[in-house]
């Protein structure tokens, strides 16, 4: 059996380059962007923008996805941080009225402020 060779037409024109980033036209007619960092990809919108105003470049699902996940993410920690912040905030208005949160725990670990500075309970 001989070996037959299988061509693809996977034709993309390059029209620019923007660092590593590359803007083709697809053989349907399209626009792409392959490869190259996020800023790479702003310098190439902007210019698209300004030079060739026929190519409408979308966002892929992929970095639209990757964009909500980044969102997601951060409103997450948003919340996280803001429990932290709260949590913090009761126990330091505890700790202001002399009350804690967890009990009234008194003995050698307990520190009282006094005018000399710190100092363990019961110590002079």
Do not use: C, P
């Amino acid at each position: 059996m001989k070996n037959q060779i299988v061509e693809i037409e996977t034709r993309e024109i390059m029209v620019a380059r923007f660092g590593a980033a590359a803007l083709v036209k697809t053989k349907e007619g399209r626009f792409a962007l392959r490869g190259g960092s996020r800023s790479d990809h702003i310098e190439a919108r902007d210019w698209a923008s300004m030079f060739l105003h026929e190519a409408v470049l979308v966002r892929t699902e992929k970095e639209r996805d990757e964009a909500r996940k980044s969102v997601s993410e951060g409103v997450r920690q948003v919340q996280d941080m803001e429990k932290k912040l709260l949590e913090a905030s009761s126990l330091l208005s505890g700790w202001k009225t002399g009350k804690s949160s967890s009990g009234s725990r008194t003995g050698k670990d307990s520190f009282q402020v006094a005018r000399g500075g710190l100092g363990v309970a019961g110590e002079e």
